[in-house]
């Protein structure tokens, strides 16, 4: 099998047989030509909603990035999810998420699918037990998110998709925090992966995209590509492009950030003026065993604890000349964030909370600007 950075490179590749283009061709076409017959012509295309050549590009990439067996493409994070739960979930099912959770996804689960009678419970997932405790007779899914966010808490991917499987529970795990270049959540017993691909996969903060990929395909796949068909929530034939091109480096920025999240992270916990660092890779993490066993490096997000509250922590980011204050993550820049003021419902982020998306910068002048910041 090919090494994951050759694969990034060449995986899905569009043969141009016109040009012999080496970047692939766009293809903008939102309908495709028949053959004499009114049969689909030998390519297979008919309407870009339900296929098109840059789409099929980046899904053949991610599954096998993932090392699944088949990639679902939409035009958000968002859209995968409510792709999926709409797969999966019927009237009167139940479904179990971390309590700390991607704001959208458990704002999804708790205002929207109550109109459908779907009940959740919401865990803490760095146990296992938790899980266990909260597993209905009518729970269809369960919701992984490691790391966490914002607190960066691990959750144990092979233990709970082992428990999962014993109930005929189906699981999905957000990858879009590890990535595949750190973790592969398939090969350790997952159902699906989802992706926003809006972060580290577009990792240039311009692109919005999402991507679901199973293990296996059958009769649930069969189903997932009917709702990404009909239910129409599919990206442009030029944002499946730019995801495809970033995919190329993604290993390539993802390990740089891995190595700068790091220094900075033993940085700011030596600081005093720092209550708390979380991040998988500092040794003091809870998790910081099962972190090991299931991420290769320890990301490129952080949160931290600025000593004091809201106002010490909002003064600190302000200082900060290199890390623009902005939200969303993944990308070559380093950006910070006040979680509590951009969470909306629901909120309950520490106020004295930052969370930091390192980017590729050189380390020594995100730490120079991180130690102005906070003299
Ligand atoms: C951003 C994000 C999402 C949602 O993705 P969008 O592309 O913004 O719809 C889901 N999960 C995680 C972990 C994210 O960071």
Redesign the pocket.
């Known amino acids: 099998m090919q090494h994951f950075e050759t694969k990034a490179v060449h995986a899905g590749a569009i043969h141009d047989t016109t040009a012999g283009s080496i970047a692939p061709p766009l293809y903008l076409s939102t309908t495709f030509e028949r053959d004499e017959q009114g049969n689909i012509a030998p390519k297979g295309y008919i309407y870009t909603r339900l296929g098109n050549p840059n789409r099929q590009a980046l899904e053949t990439k991610i599954a096998a990035l993932e090392q699944g067996q088949e990639a679902f493409a939409f035009?958000?994070?968002?859209?995968?999810?409510v792709a999926l739960l709409q797969t999966v979930l019927e009237t009167d099912s139940h479904i179990i998420i971390p309590d700390d959770?991607?704001h959208?996804?458990s704002h999804m689960v708790k205002r929207m699918l109550p109109n459908w009678k779907i009940d959740y419970s919401e865990v803490d997932m760095s146990d296992v037990d938790n899980i266990k405790q909260s597993i209905q007779p009518n729970t269809k899914l369960i919701v992984i998110?490691t790391p966490s966010?914002p607190l960066l808490k691990i959750s144990d991917i092979e233990a709970i998709a082992q428990l999962a499987s014993s109930k005929h529970i189906l699981t999905v795990c957000?990858n879009?925090?590890a990535t595949p270049v750190l973790t592969t959540p398939l090969t350790l017993g997952c159902d699906f992966v989802?992706?926003?691909?809006?972060?580290y996969m577009g990792g240039h903060s311009d692109v919005?995209?999402?991507c679901l990929v199973a293990r296996q395909s059958n009769a649930l796949t069969i189903k997932l590509r009917e709702t990404q068909n009909i239910g129409g929530a599919v990206p442009s034939p030029f944002d499946c492009w730019l995801i495809n091109r970033s995919l190329a480096t993604m290993s390539l920025r993802v390990k740089q950030q891995c190595e700068n999240a790091i220094a900075i992270a033993q940085y700011l916990s030596s600081h005093p003026k720092i209550e708390k660092v979380m991040y998988p890779g500092l040794e003091t993490h809870a998790n910081y065993e099962t972190a090991r066993k299931q991420m290769k490096l320890s990301g490129g997000m952080l949160s931290v604890l600025i000593k004091g509250g809201q106002q010490e922590a909002m003064s600190f980011a302000a200082k900060l000349k290199l890390f623009k204050h902005a939200t969303?993550?993944?990308g070559v820049e380093s950006l910070i964030e006040h979680r509590l003021s951009v969470e909306g419902i629901n909120a309950k982020s520490p106020a004295n909370l930052l969370r930091v998306s390192i980017g590729i910068e050189h380390v020594n002048d995100l730490i120079e600007d991180i130690r102005q910041a906070l003299e």
């Open positions: 035009s958000s994070g968002m859209a995968a999810m959770c991607y959208g996804i998110e966010n957000d879009t925090w989802l992706h926003s691909t809006t972060k919005l995209g999402g969303s993550l993944g």
